[in-house]
């Protein structure tokens, strides 16, 4: 840790993907009062972040069709969870599909905010879309709940499913993780640990993810997107230092904390990359595709320049549609 690898092939595009998009500065110029500031209390944050998904969920058109949704109340040898099964419709005389693969899937907000609801489209339409089974993950939150409590989750998440993959009708080979921002950084310490455990992940999708909180290694890195965006919309260099201090894990250089900076990538599976031009963790996803690519790891990435952190909330922008587009493209090459 602490040396500046040379740039490689996504990291020394950076500069590709930075250039302000029209048409998101024109949108957010007129929706000013709809685009959220994540810094504040935690109570409030929350309540802002589940007022914009939910504003973009009910702008976009419903998908209650071609799959059953259930909530379980799950109690874990570390504490009581719910998780939420989409489960595909099936095309059998007897209703239901043959085995098919499945997806953990962890929601973003610092792991500090979110829920099932917020992420609640996503994993309708990757049901629906592939045909797989989905598992939203509602984790426990820091500050109440800092680290290592959302990890254990993610993990006692992935033996529920295994556990009940018969009833779910889910093949155990084609097991995915998934998630978005510190939801994305869950999945990938549970494909890099799933590795080291001899388990069985047959991929990855890591959207716009969490990958290193060590501000010494981002300069060592020569990963500069953390204070050239620090002021970005929706997400801020201030509103990573407060989530970084709700979760509050004791070793921020810890790869179960910054799996950028774990010693190797031998075994991880492959891995499906959305990343945004315009979004302080840019450098440091772009980083870790170089890196997978590096260990020889199978690396999809689409970067949507010109735009923040997570702007597919706003289902008014052409690119979000284009982001719904590839994310079904990228979770097919993982099955493939």
Same mark, same amino acid.
């Given at each position: ?9 996504? +990291? ?66 570390? #504490? ?24 953990? =899937? ?6 500090? &905010? ?19 089974? !989905?598992?939203?993950?509602? =984790? ?20 529920? +499913? ?10 155990? #080979? ?5 998630? $978005?921002?510190?939801?994305?950084? &869950? ?17 990855? +999708?890591?959207?716009?993810?969490? !990958? ?31 989530? +970084? ?20 990538? $031998? ?20 980083? =870790?595709?170089?890196?997978?690519? #590096?260990?020889? !790891? ?11 952190? #997570? ?8 690119? $979000?549609? !284009? ?14």
């Amino acid at each position: 840790m602490g040396s500046a690898p040379p740039a490689t092939t996504w +990291l020394s595009r950076r500069l590709e993907f930075a250039p302000r998009d029209d048409e998101w500065e024109a949108f957010y110029e007129a929706n000013k009062d709809h685009v959220p500031s994540l810094e504040g209390p935690v109570a409030d944050v929350r309540q802002i972040m589940y007022n914009t998904k939910m504003r973009g969920q009910g702008k976009a058109a419903p998908i209650d069709r071609g799959l059953t949704v259930t909530d379980h109340d799950v109690q874990t040898p570390h #504490a009581n969870i719910k998780l939420r099964t989409y489960v595909p419709n099936g095309s059998s005389n007897e209703g239901r599909l043959e085995s098919v693969p499945a997806m953990l =899937y962890f929601h973003g907000g610092g792991f500090a &905010l979110g829920d099932l609801d917020g992420e609640d489209r996503t994993c309708r339409s990757l049901c629906v879309g592939r045909k797989i089974v !989905v598992v939203g993950v509602d =984790y426990r939150l820091a500050p109440e709940n800092p680290y290592p409590a959302a990890l254990n989750d993610s993990w006692d998440s992935l033996d529920w +499913l295994l556990q009940h993959a018969a009833e779910l009708n889910v093949d155990k #080979a084609k097991i995915l993780v998934g998630g $978005t921002s510190a939801g994305a950084n &869950l999945a990938a310490v549970l494909a890099q640990q799933a590795a080291s455990c001899g388990i069985t992940i047959h991929g990855q +999708l890591l959207r716009i993810p969490v !990958v290193c909180q060590s501000k010494k290694e981002l300069l060592a890195r020569e990963l500069y997107s953390m204070d050239e965006m620090h002021d970005s919309p929706i997400l801020s260099r201030g509103a990573m230092e407060q989530f +970084l201090d709700w979760y509050n894990p004791p070793n921020i250089e810890d790869p179960t904390v910054s799996p950028l900076l774990a010693s190797t990538f $031998t075994g991880v599976p492959r891995a499906y990359f959305q990343l945004c031009g315009r979004d302080p963790l840019r450098d440091e996803g772009l980083a =870790y595709a170089d890196a997978l690519e #590096a260990a020889g !790891v199978p690396v999809r990435v689409n970067v949507y320049s010109g735009v923040p952190h #997570a702007f597919w909330i706003f289902p008014e922008m052409t690119k $979000t549609q !284009v982001a719904a587009k590839e994310l079904q493209s990228g979770v097919q090459w993982l099955l493939d």
